[in-house]
């Protein structure tokens, strides 16, 4: 599972460690954090709340910023769901008109918010996150959708369509073309020198370490993927490692890169 503190950030907890889920792998992350007021508190950068039953991070140096968390039943993101993902940019670079129920291997998946559109278009996904924290978020996100009870098909079934893994995607062992697609949105100083008006990406772009290869990254996924490697990107970015993809899918804001294997 890697190492529990390998965030850049350092972080508090503000409830009891009896409230968090004793059967998920972020248990013994978030109990190991220090919910006393002491002087670790004044070099803490983000604390770990409850927030209506949801655990979620507030930036202890910024609290007028609202919590980030991880919330798939959120009305925005459901009303961009109903748009369906395999007429948008996304889709089109998964090649998703032409796979039926396809494996995907998510090898940076973040809050998961990619992770669960292309489950909610019927992929099979295999989400991979390194942080610690992140993971804590995303675990407790899924969780609640596994848990929710619906009329219509979205939180629970969508969600028991993806499988979370923490740990870092360079060090797993994979076997080769164990994937239909490997799909990679990597955060690299590039992107960072962009301003992000969004807050859960700034505090993702805080508490994420940097040192992974562009390379190893590429190459890694290109052994692991059968049919293709999807890399998203800003539409200014460089491509991921200089070299050149097989297709691009861009948009005003953003590019999907495409790898073919």
């Given at each position: 599972?890697?190492?529990?503190?390998?965030?850049?950030?350092?972080?508090?907890?503000?409830?009891?460690?009896?409230?968090?889920?004793?059967?998920?792998?972020?248990?013994?992350?978030?109990?190991?954090l220090d919910s006393s007021d002491t002087a670790f508190a004044a070099a803490a950068d983000y604390q770990f709340i409850l927030d209506q039953g949801r655990l979620a991070l507030i930036s202890v140096q910024n609290r007028r910023q609202s919590p980030v968390l991880?919330?798939?039943?959120?009305?925005?993101?459901?009303?961009?769901?109903?748009?369906?993902?395999?007429?948008?940019?996304?889709?089109?670079?998964?090649?998703?008109?032409?796979?039926?129920?396809?494996?995907?291997?998510?090898?940076?998946?973040?809050?998961?918010?990619?992770?669960?559109?292309?489950?909610?278009?019927?992929?099979?996904v295999t989400a991979i996150e390194r942080s610690p924290a992140i993971f804590a978020l995303l675990e407790d996100g899924l969780r609640r959708a596994v848990q929710a009870r619906c009329v219509q098909e979205s939180a629970s079934e969508v969600a028991r369509r993806?499988?979370?893994?923490?740990?870092?995607?360079?060090?797993?062992?994979?076997?080769?073309?164990?994937?239909?697609?490997?799909?990679?949105?990597?955060?690299?100083?590039?992107?960072?020198?962009?301003?992000?008006?969004?807050?859960?990406?700034?505090?993702?772009?805080?508490?994420?370490?940097?040192?992974?290869?562009?390379?190893?990254?590429?190459?890694?996924?290109?052994?692991?993927?059968?049919?293709?490697?999807?890399?998203?990107?800003?539409?200014?970015?460089?491509?991921?490692?200089?070299?050149?993809?097989?297709?691009?899918?861009?948009?005003?804001?953003?590019?999907?890169?495409?790898?073919?294997?």
């Amino acid at each position: 599972m890697g190492d529990l503190r390998s965030d850049q950030a350092n972080f508090l907890r503000d409830f009891d460690s009896a409230e968090i889920p004793s059967d998920t792998v972020s248990q013994r992350f978030l109990a190991q954090l220090d919910s006393s007021d002491t002087a670790f508190a004044a070099a803490a950068d983000y604390q770990f709340i409850l927030d209506q039953g949801r655990l979620a991070l507030i930036s202890v140096q910024n609290r007028r910023q609202s919590p980030v968390l991880v919330d798939f039943s959120d009305r925005a993101f459901q009303r961009r769901l109903a748009g369906g993902l395999r007429g948008q940019l996304m889709g089109k670079a998964l090649g998703l008109k032409s796979l039926r129920a396809p494996t995907v291997l998510d090898a940076t998946a973040g809050l998961g918010t990619d992770s669960y559109m292309m489950a909610h278009a019927g992929c099979l996904v295999t989400a991979i996150e390194r942080s610690p924290a992140i993971f804590a978020l995303l675990e407790d996100g899924l969780r609640r959708a596994v848990q929710a009870r619906c009329v219509q098909e979205s939180a629970s079934e969508v969600a028991r369509r993806i499988e979370i893994r923490r740990g870092d995607f360079l060090l797993m062992d994979l076997p080769d073309k164990a994937y239909d697609l490997v799909y990679l949105d990597p955060m690299f100083p590039a992107d960072r020198r962009k301003a992000s008006s969004r807050k859960e990406m700034t505090m993702l772009q805080n508490i994420a370490t940097e040192d992974q290869s562009e390379s190893e990254l590429l190459s890694q996924s290109l052994r692991c993927a059968r049919r293709r490697v999807v890399v998203k990107r800003n539409r200014r970015s460089p491509e991921l490692d200089g070299i050149k993809p097989t297709l691009k899918f861009q948009g005003s804001r953003l590019r999907f890169d495409v790898y073919c294997c």
